[in-house]
């Protein structure tokens, strides 16, 4: 799988590590950067991965940043992007099999390597179920994002 990841200074060391594991289980790797532990913006990022995945340069999404909560919320304002903050292994995995989630948010400060090797394999391992009630809760979150794309609302 083409996998794009995307990091801001606090999440960058966790973004290397990230990248070497993805490579090692076979995937490949598009880096939107950040390449450095200098301080930048993380919206910047977020929408490099958004950009990515809707532009088909990947499949997948991974955005670090210190907590995980600016990326989330940054890269949730791009159509078409599901972000989701995860920091246990259920909600990696829950959050495309029901949610259809497409980026996978984490914060370096809040967890370790492993844990965030293990968020990523779930993620990377889960697929949309296409349950009807799921299909059906997407749908609706589709027409908000709709709604809200074609008014001044």
């Given at each position: 799988m083409r996998v794009v990841l995307g990091s801001d200074h606090a999440g960058y060391e966790l973004k290397r590590t990230l990248a070497e594991y993805l490579?090692?289980?076979?995937?490949?790797?598009?880096?939107?950067?950040?390449?450095?532990?200098?301080?930048?913006?993380?919206?910047?990022?977020?929408?490099?991965?958004?950009?990515?995945?809707?532009?088909?340069?990947?499949?997948r999404g991974v955005l670090v940043c210190g907590s995980g909560v600016g990326a989330s919320?940054?890269?949730?304002?791009?159509?078409?992007?599901?972000?989701?903050?995860?920091?246990?292994?259920?909600?990696?995995?829950?959050?495309?099999?029901?949610?259809?989630?497409?980026?996978?948010?984490l914060g370096a400060r809040v967890i370790g390597e492993e844990m965030a090797k293990e968020l990523l394999h779930a993620f990377l391992h889960a697929t949309f179920s296409g349950e009807e009630r799921h299909v059906r809760r997407l749908e609706k979150v589709n027409a908000i994002e709709a709604h809200y794309l074609r008014s001044d609302c």
């Open positions: 490579r090692e289980s076979g995937h490949e790797v598009v880096d939107v950067g950040t390449y450095t532990t200098a301080p930048v913006d993380y919206p910047d990022y977020a929408e490099a991965v958004g950009n990515s995945l809707r532009n088909g340069q990947a499949e919320v940054a890269a949730n304002k791009i159509p078409r992007i599901r972000a989701g903050l995860c920091h246990d292994y259920y909600s990696a995995h829950q959050g495309v099999e029901h949610d259809d989630m497409n980026v996978l948010v």
